[in-house]
């Protein structure tokens, strides 16, 4: 490289290097700045790229991880489900299943007795319990074949998950961390009490040094690569890579409800309302050796996905039917387990260090619903590396102070809905879900379609392109209609590509 692409010596010097955008490290450089740490965090692509944007989408317990006795992790997850329905609740939102009894798999007393458990292991719990449902005589039984005449409804959350991630970015910025996207951390070495980290911004190649004391490894999938690679430090902690992918297809049933449909191989699936016209079907489990960058659904797995969905729908489905997909590897601790869906979802906080200076955290596992106690845990292990930390103090926190005041996000929309008329019905409920109150400072002063600016399909305006540019690291046309939102949905190729040179501009212009 050029050397006058390069820094030769650090330029900053921070409390701590995140490594990793995702759920994880955006997480905890949050936690981390309202302690009053010095934060940087880098991102080698966009915020919530990979793992933490291909996700089932759900704030949930886990009623499934009962079978294999992780009773602490349900535990811990209804505690949060209660907590970040009240922190974020334009992303989050409460969500009744359907569970039938499927003759010949789990007995009805099992599944009432799980669903007995999963009621009372939440200390707190303010969505409605299970109860039994007669399929034969409920609505919730009309798109169900005739063979499954009884189930259960239970209560979870649905999340926005890569939207979950920017917030936690942007709560973490107005706190004082620096968060650089399409930036990569080259290598990093101890040097004295800390840590010498090389950056490299991934769209020009220019390289500088920065300082830290120390480091967070929450690089997802990479954590084992980042470690032994980046770091240069060998763990006996180990990942183990799971790929779990997704199909979506137009809207199989009326209603708000999901299904949460058993399988003869004893995997759940679930078919859950998305983006009003359609339904999100997933996940499958399977075991995963190779590079854990983009992925994408086999063959093998979309049939997979249809078929159970024909095991218990009266409409069948066929690949044919499907619209988009979309797969991610997630990057499980590897406890031994032969069966992928046995693998434990709880996290590992590995913490090496060098004579009690100069520590590196590696973050194994996890799951969405936990990252906030899991950032929260994280910082604690680092506490004794940091005289003086502050308490801590997320878990009564509303996220980045953008949620609705008085968690009632009807009565937001409404009030919004009056304040800008001019909006259409549907937009203005997509802009306050997505945004909460900065949903204001996105359409400002306007008073017509037209102050917004340029229209791309789905209701997108220019001034909310701008908005997310400048406020939500966005760059890319993918960053916008398949992470920031999913209007890829109901975004045509020319509709792209004109968004696509919109955004070439803003950037030769900046």
């Known amino acids: 490289m050029p050397a006058a692409t390069r820094q030769r010596t650090p330029s900053d010097a921070y409390d701590l290097l995140v490594i990793g955008g995702g759920i ?88 009432r007795l799980g669903l007995f458990l999963y009621d009372h292991l939440a200390r707190l719990r303010t969505l409605p319990g299970s109860k039994s449902v007669d399929l034969r005589s409920s609505p919730y039984g009309a798109p169900l074949q005739n063979r499954l005449t009884k189930g259960f409804v239970y209560s979870d959350c649905w999340v926005e998950d890569s939207r979950l991630v920017v917030l936690n970015a942007m709560d973490a910025r107005e706190r004082g961390a620096t968060v650089l996207t399409r930036t990569g951390v080259v290598s990093a070495r101890r040097e004295g009490d800390g840590w010498v980290a090389t950056l490299r911004d991934e769209r020009t190649g220019t390289e500088r040094m920065v300082r830290a004391k120390a480091v967070v490894n929450a690089a997802g999938p990479w954590v084992s690569a980042t470690l032994g690679g980046t770091l240069g430090i060998n763990s006996r902690a180990a990942v183990r890579l799971i790929k779990g992918s997704h199909i979506v297809v137009k809207r199989l049933f ?28 997933g996940t499958t489990d399977v075991p995963y050796d190779g590079e854990p960058g983009p992925v994408s659904i086999s063959p093998e797995e979309t049939d997979y996905l249809c078929g159970c969905i024909n095991r218990s729908f009266d409409t069948r489905i066929t690949p044919a039917d499907v619209v988009w997909s979309y797969s991610g590897v997630r990057p499980l601790y590897d406890d031994a387990a032969e069966n992928a869906s046995a693998v434990t979802r709880d996290y590992v906080l590995d913490v090496e260090d060098q004579g009690g200076k100069a520590a590196v955290l590696s973050v194994f596992g996890g799951k969405i619903t936990t990252y906030r106690r899991l950032a929260e845990h994280a910082i604690e292990k680092l506490k004794p590396f940091f005289p003086g930390l502050k308490p801590a103090w997320t878990g009564d926190a509303v996220l980045h102070d953008r949620g609705m005041p008085d968690a009632d996000f009807d009565r937001f929309l409404a009030k ?39 229209v791309f399909d789905g209701g997108l305006t220019a001034a909310e392109v701008d908005y997310l540019r400048v406020a939500e690291w ?12 999913k209007l890829g949905l109901r975004t045509s190729p020319e509709s792209a590509a004109r968004l696509s040179d919109y955004l070439d501009r803003k950037a030769e212009a900046a």
């Open 416 to 454: 919004f809905q009056a304040e800008k008329p001019f909006l259409p019905a549907e937009t203005a409920r997509r802009l306050a879900r997505a945004y909460g109150t900065n949903a204001r400072e996105i359409v400002g002063s306007a008073q017509s379609m037209a102050d917004l600016g340029a």
């Open 254 to 281: 009326p209603g708000d409800q999901a299904y949460i449909l058993q399988q003869p191989d004893k995997r759940i699936i679930f078919a859950i309302p998305y983006e009003r016209d359609f339904t999100l079907i």
């Open 474 to 485: 966005a760059v890319t046309a993918e960053d916008i209609l398949w992470r920031r939102s």
């Open 24 to 111: 994880n490290g955006t997480g905890i450089a949050r936690d981390a700045s309202g302690r009053g740490l010095s934060v940087l965090l880098a991102e080698r692509g966009d915020l919530a790229g990979f793992t933490s944007s291909s996700s089932t989408k759900l704030i949930h317990g886990g009623l499934r991880y009962l079978e294999y006795y992780e009773f602490r992790l349900v535990r811990e997850a209804l505690a949060e489900r209660e907590r970040l329905l009240r922190q974020a609740p334009h992303v989050i939102w409460p969500l009744r299943f359907v569970l039938p009894h499927d003759e010949g798999l789990r007995p009805a007393w099992m599944l």
